[in-house]
Nanobody
Framework: QVQLAESGGGLVQAGGSLRLSCAAS????????MGWFRQTPGKKREFVAT????????VYAASVKGRFTISRDNAKNTVYLQMNSLKPEDTAVYYC????????????????WGQGTQVTVSS
């Protein structure tokens, strides 16, 4: 059974940093593209970042580019999201996802999802 478990969320002041982790099990991690999405109440889940299997290509949403960094450790079956210069509008539940599609940014391109971790940025 595939499981994705996010951790590292919390409350932080604007301008601060957080590092999210997502530990994967039940799949051959190195064969999956990994992504991060986020969702706020009443809104559609939106793409944040993705990283290809060998970490050679990353893609970011325009709203986080230059502030967030996605990385992965295939030996640890873990993907990370380093979030710097956080803004109140980054407040959301953050989800990690795993997929085999070559297309990176749509929810429909991911097969497995975690339960999410709450990130709250105070002004």
């Amino acid at each position: 059974q595939v499981q994705l478990a996010e951790s590292g969320g919390g409350l932080v002041q604007a301008g601060g940093s957080l590092r999210l982790s997502c530990a994967a099990s039940g799949l051959t991690f190195s064969r999956y593209r990994m992504g991060w999405f986020r969702q706020t109440p009443g809104k559609k889940r939106e793409f944040v970042a993705t990283i290809r299997t060998s970490s050679d290509i990353t893609v970011y949403a325009a709203s986080v580019k230059g502030r967030f960094t996605i990385s992965r450790d295939n030996a640890k079956n873990t993907v990370y999201l380093q979030m710097n210069s956080l803004k109140p509008e980054d407040t959301a539940v953050y989800y990690c996802a795993a997929g085999r599609s070559v297309v990176a940014t749509g929810m429909e391109n991911y097969d497995y999802w975690g339960q999410g971790t709450q990130v709250t940025v105070s002004s």
